[in-house]
């Protein structure tokens, strides 16, 4: 998934032309600028390459993901369902959007199923949120109708699914709003950064305001705009937007080498019979940036998992024991500590977090590795990898 194994020339020039005039801010200064808006630039590609209307930067996924909440008018009160395996992040934005997130079974596509989600529907969901983890996406077609039956609202988590497509439409666009992040480790990099894509203009609009203290962003004169909403700083700057411009036009070919490596991968090791394939709600859409499998126990994937490290095959995660991708393992999200007390503790009927009870999610996760697929491994160092794979199997 790493674009940042692919820097070159191409993020230099981006990030130079910033540098020679000087403009960090991605709105304003239109005469010293010289023409270089990085910013607009990257969200115009990103709404051509994702056919999608609107598309707004900000300063990282995080933010992206609290300013689609409150773009979507999720705030005080509300319940955001989400899944148990995520990055922290899905539910620390709901938290700080001072909802309440409600927590649904995930099945074998390692996302939320339509199933879970209908099982916690209250008078008080406003929202779901959608996370194609791992590249790939669920069944977005039995979400949807879930969620219409019941007038809620979906936003996707595509941070980590960038380049990934259902039926034919980009993850991120199928709901009323989709995030991705372009932090250092993801499919592309700003360094750190972020988008909200919407083909809904008034979330867009909410989205671009809300990110930027409120400002309307009409005209050139910044201090004579209006401030129709309060928000926050989650600007992201022209430097972060330039790099991200250079990684953006690499994406196709980005996605391109995960797939072709793995399927190579996958159909090398078609034979094991330990092997449950995580379960691709549209194959085709894969994005690929993790090869993900089930193994029969919970007994056998930590066998496994301690295996394949012994055989040198890096890169191998097993998200059930992993501190930021699974709720069981989240102590101060079940507990919902931070360093002051959040909004969350004015509701009062909010979970016990530390009762959630998952059963199948648990079971699949007990169960699920994922291998993160490079872009800089060469034939010879696929093949040596598949290669150690069959022993750790064997
Ligand atoms: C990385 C990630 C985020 C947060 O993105 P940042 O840019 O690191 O803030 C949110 N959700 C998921 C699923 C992620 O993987």
């Given at each position: 998934?790493?674009?940042?194994?692919?820097?070159?020339?191409?993020?230099?020039?981006?990030?130079?032309?910033?540098?020679?005039?000087?403009?960090?801010?991605?709105?304003?200064?239109?005469?010293?600028?010289?023409?270089?808006?990085?910013?607009?630039?990257?969200?115009?590609?990103?709404?051509?390459?994702?056919?999608?209307?609107?598309?707004?930067?900000?300063?990282?996924?995080?933010?992206?993901?609290?300013?689609?909440?409150?773009?979507?008018?999720?705030?005080?009160?509300?319940?955001?369902?989400?899944?148990?395996?995520?990055?922290?992040?899905?539910?620390?934005?709901?938290?700080?959007?001072?909802?309440?997130?409600v927590f649904a079974e995930i099945d074998e596509t390692l996302c939320i199923s339509a199933q879970g989600i209908e099982k916690v529907i209250t008078p008080r969901t406003k929202a779901v949120n959608v996370v194609h983890m791992c590249g790939a996406m669920p069944d977005m077609d039995?979400?949807?109708?879930?969620?219409?039956?019941?007038?809620?609202?979906?936003?996707?988590?595509?941070?980590?699914?960038?380049?990934?497509?259902?039926?034919?439409?980009?993850?991120?666009?199928?709901?009323?709003?989709?995030?991705?992040?372009?932090?250092?480790?993801?499919?592309?990099?700003?360094?750190?950064?972020?988008?909200?894509?919407?083909?809904?203009?008034?979330?867009?609009?909410?989205?671009?305001?809300?990110?930027?203290?409120?400002?309307?962003?009409?005209?050139?004169?910044?201090?004579?705009?209006?401030?129709?909403?309060?928000?926050?700083?989650?600007?992201?700057?022209?430097?972060?937007?330039?790099?991200?411009?250079?990684?953006?036009?690499?994406?196709?070919?980005?996605?391109?080498?995960?797939?072709?490596?793995?399927?190579?991968?996958?159909?090398?090791?078609?034979?094991?019979?330990?092997?449950?394939?995580?379960?691709?709600?549209?194959?085709?859409?894969?994005?690929?940036?993790?090869?993900?499998?089930?193994?029969?126990?919970?007994?056998?994937?930590?066998?496994?998992?301690?295996?394949?490290?012994?055989?040198?095959?890096?890169?191998?995660?097993?998200?059930?024991?992993?501190?930021?991708?699974?709720?069981?393992?989240?102590?101060?999200?079940?507990?919902?500590?931070?360093?002051?007390?959040?909004?969350?503790?004015?509701?009062?009927?909010?979970?016990?977090?530390?009762?959630?009870?998952?059963?199948?999610?648990?079971?699949?996760?007990?169960?699920?590795?994922?291998?993160?697929?490079?872009?800089?491994?060469?034939?010879?160092?696929?093949?040596?990898?598949?290669?150690?794979?069959?022993?750790?199997?064997?």
């Open positions: 998934m790493p674009g940042f194994e692919i820097l070159d020339h191409e993020e230099r020039k981006e990030v130079m032309d910033v540098l020679d005039n000087g403009v960090t801010f991605r709105y304003n200064f239109d005469h010293a600028r010289n023409g270089h808006w990085k910013a607009k630039e990257m969200e115009e590609l990103l709404c051509d390459t994702m056919q999608v209307k609107h598309a707004h930067l900000v300063s990282s996924g995080t933010a992206a993901l609290q300013t689609a909440l409150a773009a979507m008018g999720v705030g005080a009160g509300d319940e955001v369902i989400v899944p148990p395996f995520t990055f922290v992040a899905s539910v620390e934005a709901i938290v700080a959007a001072g909802a309440i997130p039995a979400i949807k109708k879930v969620c219409e039956v019941h007038g809620i609202l979906i936003l996707e988590d595509a941070c980590q699914a960038i380049g990934g497509t259902y039926k034919g439409q980009a993850l991120g666009t199928l709901g009323h709003a989709g995030t991705y992040s372009f932090d250092s480790v993801k499919t592309i990099t700003c360094g750190e950064g972020g988008a909200v894509i919407t083909n809904h203009p008034e979330i867009y609009n909410y989205a671009h305001m809300y990110s930027d203290h409120g400002h309307d962003h009409i005209g050139s004169d910044r201090g004579a705009e209006k401030h129709p909403i309060m928000g926050l700083n989650f600007r992201i700057s022209e430097l972060n937007a330039a790099m991200g411009l250079a990684q953006l036009r690499k994406l196709d070919k980005i996605v391109a080498t995960q797939r072709k490596t793995k399927a190579k991968i996958k159909a090398a090791l078609a034979d094991i019979a330990d092997i449950q394939w995580r379960e691709l709600a549209d194959p085709e859409g894969d994005q690929a940036s993790f090869l993900s499998f089930m193994l029969p126990t919970q007994e056998r994937t930590a066998e496994i998992h301690q295996k394949l490290s012994e055989h040198g095959v890096d890169g191998c995660f097993y998200w059930y024991v992993n501190s930021w991708h699974y709720l069981k393992n989240w102590q101060h999200i079940q507990t919902m500590t931070s360093c002051a007390p959040l909004p969350i503790e004015l509701n009062d009927q909010v979970p016990d977090y530390t009762q959630v009870h998952l059963p199948q999610s648990d079971d699949i996760m007990s169960r699920t590795l994922s291998m993160l697929i490079k872009l800089s491994w060469t034939e010879e160092e696929i093949d040596q990898r598949i290669e150690s794979m069959r022993q750790a199997f064997a």
